[in-house]
């Protein structure tokens, strides 16, 4: 597989604190991974240096062959590659609609507002809704469908199904699916391993600051002991 993101010995600190201590991962285009591990293990910390949200990092990080650790922040979004934060981080005071209006078009591709509320719609019944009538679930959706307007290639997702109702959890796994199938590249951080178990690829086991496995979706029956021990349950 020739990997479209190719992350390499991937160190970063909080200051003086060491957050991740080497971190290697490889997604292929149009490859869906989901990375595991308890809370605290540097998952969200993966993405958000990946992304350059942190700066005092040191390693590889190439996407499409490019160097990424010099590019800027300001930038990295130019290079075809999207951030949706746990938080959402959604314009609480602006309208459905207005918050898909705002982030620029940095590539050929982006969704447009009609595609967007068929793959999403939810949000087309509250277009004119602002963010702070928003379910959880709707406010999700919203924050993903915002970078999906953008033109991005690879999509870093972080625990995008965190409090939600079974129902729209079932609903944003149909949206990863759909996404998949259209060539989307995406690195998942997701507690519930059963939900990324119909979606994903690959899994990829982290604990203190590094991946200590990585096995295809089809060899998860066969690594439930080496899973319960990496999560504690």
């Not at 005092?56 to 650790?69: E, P, W």
């Not at 993903?144 to 079974?166: C, F, N, Q, S, Y």
């Amino acid at each position: 597989m020739t990997a479209l993101l190719e992350v390499t010995n991937l160190e970063a600190w909080y200051g003086e604190s060491q957050a991740l201590h080497g971190v290697d991962l490889k997604v292929g285009e149009g490859e869906m991974i989901t990375i595991l591990g308890r809370n605290g293990v540097g998952k969200t910390t993966t993405l958000r240096t990946i992304m350059g949200m942190i700066r005092n990092r040191k390693g590889s990080i190439r996407l499409a062959g490019k160097d990424m650790l010099s590019v800027p922040l300001h930038k990295t979004a130019k290079h075809g590659i999207g951030f949706v934060p746990e938080e959402r981080g959604i314009f609480a005071t602006l309208t459905v609609e207005e918050n898909l209006m705002l982030p620029p078009v940095v590539a050929a591709g982006g969704m447009d507002l009609d595609e967007i509320y068929e793959l999403f719609p939810n949000l087309l019944e509250r277009r004119t809704s602002p963010g702070t009538k928003l379910s959880g679930g709707e406010q999700q959706m919203l924050a993903m469908a915002r970078i999906l307007r953008t033109g991005i290639k690879v999509l870093l997702l972080d625990e995008p199904t965190e409090g939600l109702a079974p129902v729209i959890v079932q609903r944003i796994g149909e949206v990863l699916q759909k996404l998949k199938g259209r060539g989307m590249t995406v690195v998942l951080v997701e507690q519930n391993f059963r939900f990324a178990a119909k979606i994903t690829d690959r899994f990829y086991l982290m604990d203190h600051g590094q991946m200590v496995g990585d096995f295809p979706v089809s060899d998860l029956p066969n690594r439930m002991g080496e899973l319960n021990k990496v999560l504690g349950v």
